[in-house]
């Protein structure tokens, strides 16, 4: 069974209608100002943290790619001189089938 009286701040006093025991304002004092405060701070540092720590991991996948950019043209640069070396041997080669020489005869060796 109900209570027959209830003590409200509600202007009705009548039996059988909900009536509120809590006043509808809400008052702040300075714990609660100061309580909502540090939760902001905290969050904006938090906010913060996460940020800078997505910067700095993206600076090092950039870093990291850049140092392989570097090794693949160092290797293209490697690849292009190993392409001209042997093309070059080859030229030789195919010169000295055309070039007609004809063997040493009298060879004289000085000591």
Do not use: C, W
């Not at 290797?75 to 080669?93: P, T, Y």
């Amino acid at each position: 069974m109900g209570r027959m009286y209830v003590m409200s701040y509600a202007n009705n006093q009548e039996l059988g209608v909900k009536k509120r025991t809590m006043p509808r304002q809400i008052t702040l004092g300075p714990s609660a100002l100061k309580f909502i405060a540090i939760v902001i701070l905290a969050s904006l540092g938090l906010i913060y943290l996460g940020s800078s720590t997505s910067r700095a991991n993206l600076s090092v996948q950039v870093r990291d790619l850049d140092s392989q950019h570097q090794t693949l043209e160092q290797q293209v640069d490697r690849l292009n001189a190993e392409g001209a070396r042997l093309k070059s041997l080859s030229n030789i080669d195919s010169q000295i089938n055309n070039a007609q020489m004809q063997p040493a005869q009298n060879v004289v060796s000085v000591h």
